[in-house]
Every structure is written in structure tokens, then in C-alpha cells.
């Protein structure tokens, strides 16, 4: 019980200390969307912390961190190099925060934004623990409780989720650069079938992340069931939907009567 406690308690003061750098980060370039950035690294970071201090087998441990990894550096690196390192303008959520703060904006954006954050992504740490202290073989029998049958399902989702997410950060990005879609809405491609199938394919990756060690402890499943709900219901989609009601109201409007919000499918006239 008190390896559980101590590596716990170093997630934390990892997940404060990481935070508290991202936020001085954003207040030196006046562009708090860096927290975007330091997200997925600072999940990455826990898990690796919390593996770190576990008794499992090192096959268990980087079962679960490769996938996580590859995610953070793949998510945060879209990000820094589309909206922080090309110096685009601060997203219009945090700018909406800003004026909201007023004078104590910095102070806010530490405790409401940046530290908040940072707690969410604790919320995901027991899918970690139990990964990290799994007794995991992969040449052992396949479908064991030790065995390679969860992590086996656990990969293929997160090689979709990944593959998903990818082609539609893309999708997107090259529409948006185009002036000549300026006011219209995204629904080529995986937007036809839903209109945030990046938040969709995110939350697959991490429903696979959450099967790696489903054989160890059911409760893995904490990290995806998280997820959907700050996806779908928090920070992703509403946030989301309602920036694109007030920049393109009429059009998105149409777009939401024809196209599922989360979960794909074909789209409809029918669809509210």
C-alpha cells in the first residue's frame, strides 16, 4: 500500500510542478494555449512516474507508456508547431477566459486552467498503476490473465484511434488553410461522418490504452470512460460547437442536423 501512496504522491508534485513550467511558459509569450502543448505530456509524464515506482514486469510498464508516449508527442507536437511555434493567435476560449479574469487573468489562468488540468490528468492514473504493478508475459498463454490477448485488442484500437486521429487533424488543418473555405464548415472526409472525429479517434486510443491492462484490473477502464466524458462532454465537443455557432451559425447549424456529434455514421437529413 505505500508504494501505491508514495508514487502517487510523486504523480502529483510532477503533475504541479510540470504545470506550475507551462504556465510561466504561456505568461512569458502571453499565449496561454500552450496548455494544449504540456496536456498530453504531462498524462505521458504520470504514467511514467507511476510505472517508474510498480513491481510489474517491464513488458507491462511499456505496454502501456509506448502507446501513451507516442500519443502525447504525436498530439503535442501538432499542436506546437500549428498554433504555438507559428505564432497564431491565442484560441478563443482562453482569450474568452481573459476577459472573464480581468485583473487577476494570471492568477486564474493558474488555478482554473493550468491546475485544473493537471488534476484531470490524475484522474486517468489508476489505468497506470495497474499496468504498472501487471505481471505481464507476452510468450505465455495468450489468453491468460498474464497473457497477450488484452494487449493484443488494447494495440489494434489504439492503431485506429491513432490512424483516425491523424488523418483528421489533417483533414481539417488543410481545409482551414485554405482561403477560399473561409466561413464554410469542415465536412470533407472523416467530418462527413461526425463532426469531431478528432475527439472520436482520441477517445478510441484511449479506450485501447485502457484494455492493455484490463486483465490485470477491470477498473483500466477509468482512463477511456474519463476521457469520453471530458470529450464529449467538458472540454471537447461543447466548447467546440459553440465557437463554430458563433463564427458560422446558419452553416453549422445545417451541419448538425445532418451529421452525428461524436460516434460515426452516415449522414442524414434527419439528424438533430
Known sequence: MEIYLYSYLTAVLFSFFFMTLMWYWGKSRNNYAVIDVGWGLVIAGIASVLCAFGSGTTEAKLAVLIPVWVWALRLSGFLYFTRIRTNHPEDKRYADFRKDYGDKVHQKFFTNVFMLQGLLALLL????????????????????????????????????????????????????????????????????????????????????????????????????????????????????????????????????KTTNAFFPWFPSSLKK
Not at 164 to 186: H, M, Y
Not at 197 to 211: A, H, K, R, S, T
Not at 228 to 249: D, H, M, Q, T, W
Open 125 to 256: 492514473s489508476p489505468t497506470f498503476l495497474f499496468a504498472s504493478n501487471w505481471q505481464f508475459y507476452p510468450n505465455g498463454y495468450f489468453y491468460s490473465s498474464n497473457g497477450a490477448f488484452y494487449p493484443s485488442l488494447g494495440g489494434l484500437l489504439f492503431i485506429i484511434g491513432f490512424l483516425g486521429e491523424t488523418i483528421a487533424d489533417r483533414q481539417l488543418f488543410r481545409f482551414v488553410s485554405n482561403p477560399s473555405n473561409k466561413g464554410l464548415v469542415c465536412n470533407i472526409g472523416l467530418w462527413k461522418y461526425t463532426r469531431h472525429p478528432n475527439y472520436f479517434f482520441e477517445w478510441v486510443i484511449w479506450l485501447g490504452i485502457g484494455f492493455i491492462p484490463f486483465s490485470q484490473n477491470p477498473f483500466s477502464l477509468v482512463a477511456p470512460l474519463v476521457m469520453f466524458v471530458l470529450l464529449r462532454f467538458i472540454s471537447g465537443v461543447p466548447f467546440a460547437e459553440k465557437y463554430s455557432l458563433i463564427s458560422k451559425p446558419e452553416r453549422f447549424k445545417e451541419y448538425q
